[in-house]
């Protein structure tokens, strides 16, 4: 074999560029990064092919690469002040939280119980490893936390109940490791009710040894009668699968044994909200997968264990930063619709003009049409709801970025919480509710006070790990109740 390693020969035109730099994913559009944070874009992409261990692709010219890119790319990008009016729907209040340890990084905010009697959530806490439960009880204010387990990075926590005894379990996905690399600490843990233990929960290993596990939903995909489940291990490069897990009976601990199988091998999935996509009576899974792929598919169950997968949406750009979907009927006319934002800065700590909230909506035949409704750089969540009770849906977000990169634009161009009211036309109107400060990477709609009314929830997280003790919850006064008085 002869070695050719002369940089010069390599290939220096357009065409060999884009074949190269689109070879594992899109062409990155020259518009997403400014002029000097390609060479490092560029760089990456270099050794990513090196490491890859493919060899079917021919690299290029390193210097003339950048220039490709550097060529039509903004000195710097630019960022719009968003057009939005002051908000006059919701009041704000901090709610505190007792009983753990300060918050930091809450990843994941899950209602288990939402009756007026008994509002209770479970939440987890990248950064502290707390898996808690918190309760609220009738009037009282504070919220009271009880600390189930703490495990590595727990990045999301899904209630079942596996044996159908009315108590649920918890099933937490668990990092493992807060920096991505290929090795393998990943977790998936069932949490059961356990009067022994003194935090009421026992915690027991579903699997270990997994890469980077980001979420986990459940269903009876068989439709056997036993809850199955469906973990995302968002990996790295070379690790990392949507995996479905089928429950095969349990052992005499009462914990399920399940058959694994991979449903997607590709690493970068966020979370696969289980739904009926198609009206057949069947349960599909919705995936959302990032890293450079930027896909939402939707694997439909044919029934026989197998299933055909579909591509619904392919964003534009390896950087768009894949942040969350919610699967709605979101123009009330019976078919299923997602709701996605593109908004994690993860890779390189940067918000982009080209953070948005997206509507991919079903045209009833399953096509879908794309369109994007509003723009918030560093958007991590949105949640519809029927916010005004109009009659359409309304949108609730919230975004995520640190305090530097929020200080090196001017004061009010960044959003951290803000809501879309849906006018008759379709057309929204934005509404403001926390500017330059983007401290949430999650949030819930939920009618908080019981009155009937939906309220936007936002637990705490920081990029600069600033602790916090409080919630804060945005009381709607759509419904005019007795709202408890501030203090
Ligand atoms: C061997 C496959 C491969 C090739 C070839 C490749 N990339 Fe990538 N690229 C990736 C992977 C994998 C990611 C996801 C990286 C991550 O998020 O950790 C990525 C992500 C990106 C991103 C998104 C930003 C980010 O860091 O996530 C950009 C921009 C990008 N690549 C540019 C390029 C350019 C420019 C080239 C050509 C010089 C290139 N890539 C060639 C695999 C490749
Ligand atoms: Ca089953
Ligand atoms: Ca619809
Ligand atoms: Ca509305
Ligand atoms: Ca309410």
């Given amino acids: 074999m002869q070695l050719i390693n002369n940089a010069e020969s390599r290939p220096s035109d357009d065409a060999a560029i884009q074949s190269f730099c689109g070879g594992c994913h ?28 493919r060899e079917d692709l021919i690299p290029t ?38 009983g753990q340890p300060e918050m930091v990084a809450i990843s994941e905010f899950a209602v288990l119980d939402s009756s ?70 990943g977790s998936l843990w069932l949490l059961k009710a356990d009067v022994k233990e003194a935090s009421g929960y026992r915690r027991y290993p579903l699997k270990l040894g997994l890469a980077r596990v980001s979420c986990v939903r459940s269903c009876d995909y068989d439709a056997d009668g036993d809850i199955d489940l469906v973990v995302s291990d968002f990996g790295m490069h070379a690790v990392g699968s949507i995996y479905l897990l089928t429950n095969q009976g349990s052992s005499g601990e009462g914990i399920p044994q399940f058959e694994w199988s991979v449903l997607d091998k590709r690493p970068g999935a966020i979370d696969t909200p289980i739904v009926d996509f198609d009206g057949d009576g069947r349960l599909d899974i919705v995936t959302l997968v990032s890293q450079h792929y930027e896909s939402i598919d939707v694997l439909f169950n044919r029934g026989d264990q197998g299933f055909k997968s579909r591509n619904i949406y392919q964003a534009p750009d390896p950087s768009y930063g894949s942040s969350s979907i919610e699967v709605v009927d979101f123009d009330f006319d019976g078919d299923l619709d997602v709701l996605y934002t593109n908004g994690d800065t993860f890779d390189d700590f ?23 409704l509003a723009s918030m750089p560093g958007i991590y969540r949105a949640r519809a709801g029927d916010i005004d009770q109009d009659g359409d849906m309304d949108i609730a977000a919230v975004s995520l970025l640190g305090s530097d990169e929020i200080q090196r634009q001017p004061p009010g161009t960044f959003e951290g919480v ?20 983007c401290d949430a990477a999650t949030c819930q709609l939920f009618d908080w006070d019981s009155d009937g009314d939906l309220d936007l929830i936002v637990p705490p997280a920081s990029i600069d790990w600033h602790p916090s003790s409080s919630i804060t919850v945005f009381f709607n006064q759509t419904v005019q109740s007795q709202v408890p008085e501030s203090k």
Avoid: C
């Fill in 350 to 372: 940067m918000a982009k003009p080209y953070h948005s909230i997206h509507l991919i909506e079903n045209q009833g035949d399953l096509s879908f049409v794309h369109r994007e």
């Fill in 26 to 53: 899109l062409l990155p559009r020259s518009q997403s990064f400014g002029k000097a944070r390609w060479k490092e874009e560029v760089e990456q992409g270099f050794r990513l092919y090196a490491k890859s261990g």
């Fill in 116 to 185: 007026p009697q008994r509002i209770r959530f479970a939440t987890t806490d990248l950064w502290s490893g707390a898996v808690s439960i918190l309760e609220k009880r009738a009037d009282e204010n504070p919220l009271n936390a009880t600390v189930m387990t703490s495990v590595s990075h727990p990045a999301f926590v899904h209630a079942v109940d596996f044996d159908s005894d009315g108590t649920e379990e918890l099933v937490v996905a668990d990092l493992g490791k807060y920096s991505p690399d290929e090795t393998l600490q």
């Fill in 61 to 98: 010219d390193m210097v003339a690469t950048l220039a490709f890119f550097q060529r039509d790319a903004p000195e710097e990008l630019a960022f719009e002040t968003p057009e939005s009016a002051e908000d006059t729907r919701f009041e704000k209040r901090q709610i505190p939280v007792v």
């Fill in 418 to 437: 803000m809501w879309l009211e849906q006018h008759r036309d379709g057309s929204f109107q934005r509404h403001r509710l926390v500017v330059d400060q």
